[in-house]
C-alpha cells in the first residue's frame, strides 16, 4: 500500500510539473507576443518621432517663411504709403495749378468780352446798343 501511495504520488508530481511545464510554455508563448508587440509599438513610435522631426522642420520652415512675408508686406504698406502720399501732393499741386489756369482763362475770357463789346459799339456805334448793353460794360468793368 505504501507502494502504491507512493505510486500515486509520483504520477500526481508528475502530473503537476507536466502542467506547470504547460503554463510556462504558454507564458513563455505570451511573453514572446508580448515581446513582438513591444518591439512593434517601439518602431511605431520611432517612425511618429521621426514624422514629428519632420513636422518640426517643417513648421520652422514656415515660421521663417511667415517673418519673411511680414516683413515683405510691412515693406510693401510703407511703400505703398509713401506713393499715395506723393500721388496725393501731385493732386494738389496739380489742382492749384488748374485753379491758377482757370483764374488767367477767367480773366482773358472777361478781356475779350469786354473787348468784343467795345469793339462793337465802335464799330456800330453808340446809339445801335440799348441801355441794357451799356449796364452790362459797367458790370464787367466793375469786375
Do not use: C, Y
Amino acid at each position: 500500500m505504501a507502494e502504491v501511495m507512493s505510486e500515486d504520488m509520483g504520477i500526481r508530481i508528475l502530473r503537476a510539473v507536466e502542467a506547470l511545464g504547460t503554463r510556462m510554455d504558454r507564458l513563455e508563448a505570451r511573453m514572446d507576443r508580448m515581446e513582438a508587440r513591444m518591439d512593434q509599438m517601439e518602431a511605431r513610435m520611432n517612425r511618429m518621432e521621426a514624422r514629428m522631426d519632420q513636422m518640426e522642420a517643417r513648421m520652422n520652415r514656415m515660421e521663417a517663411r511667415m517673418d519673411k512675408q511680414e516683413k515683405w508686406m510691412e515693406r510693401l504698406g510703407g511703400e505703398f504709403i509713401g506713393f499715395r502720399d506723393d500721388v496725393r501732393g501731385d493732386l494738389r499741386q496739380w489742382r492749384g495749378e488748374v485753379r491758377d489756369e482757370l483764374v488767367r482763362v477767367n480773366a482773358r475770357i472777361n478781356v475779350t468780352a469786354e473787348t468784343v463789346v467795345l469793339m462793337a459799339s465802335v464799330v456800330r456805334g453808340p446809339k445801335a446798343f440799348s441801355d441794357d448793353l451799356e449796364n452790362h460794360l459797367r458790370e464787367i468793368s466793375a469786375q
